[in-house]
């Protein structure tokens, strides 16, 4: 009797032995999985990561370059009245130097 219940509490040890082994497959499987869907879920956010950064840049470069070229018409408008201004001035100055000497 008593070697049937040493027996039985063998057998226990045993299946509980087998439970606590098979969940730990279970469970590094498990973390396995978890591990290959954050892999795949961080690789899939650094792409969109990657795509907005050169959406922006894109999108930043081609404001620059709007305001370069703005800038650059405004500035050679302003060259241009200035170059007129001088032209005139220039031109009264040559008159007048005309007009003291004849």
């Known amino acids: 009797m008593a070697q049937e219940i040493l027996n039985k509490i063998r057998e226990a040890e045993d299946k509980a032995q087998e439970i ?7 469970a590094r499987e498990l973390i396995r999985e978890a591990n290959t869907k954050a892999d795949g879920i961080i690789s899939a956010n ?31 408008k302003e060259i241009g009245s ?12 040559r008159d007048y130097i005309l007009g003291r000497v004849l």
């Open 82 to 93: 200035k170059k007129e201004i001088a032209k005139k001035n220039l031109k009264d100055v």
């Open 20 to 26: 606590v082994n098979t969940a730990g497959i279970a």
């Open 46 to 76: 650094a792409m969109q990561i990657k795509a907005n950064t050169a959406e922006i840049l894109e999108t930043a470069e081609k404001e620059a370059v709007d305001e370069f070229e703005a800038l650059k018409e405004k500035l050679s």
